[in-house]
């Protein structure tokens, strides 16, 4: 009766074991999606204090990715997000510094308007 209990145990844990391993995996993917998707959507908003917790979530999330095992398409498929997440990152720095520099260039016209030397 005990061997029985052992085996059945064994088996239980043997199960949870790699279920959680999945889950976990699955997860650490999820994670870098809804990280992508954050960044598409919300990046050309950020400031530079914004991009640097952003830089280091990034780095978080690949090293957490790196702790799991992932077949040839899995990891396939997380370079290309990675690779999907390092450009919208470089878009939007690029589009928030333009913007700042739009905004910027509008007030100093304003100022030279007011002062007599744009008219």
Request: with cysteine; proline share 0%; glycine share 8%.
């Amino acid at each position: 009766m005990k061997i029985k209990t052992l085996i059945s145990t064994l088996i239980i844990a043997s199960a949870s074991t790699s279920m959680t391993s999945c889950s976990t995996s699955e997860s650490a993917f999820n994670d870098l999606q809804n990280f992508s998707t954050q960044i598409e959507t919300r990046g050309q908003y950020y400031d530079a204090h914004d991009w640097k917790k952003a830089v280091k979530k990034f780095g978080k999330i690949r090293k957490n990715i790196s702790k799991h095992e992932y077949t040839v398409a899995e990891r396939t498929r997380i370079g290309k997000l990675e690779g999907k997440v390092v450009k919208d990152m470089a878009k939007g720095m690029k589009d928030g510094v333009t913007n700042h520099i739009l905004g910027i260039a509008s007030e100093i016209q304003g100022i030279m308007d007011e002062l007599g030397f744009g008219k």
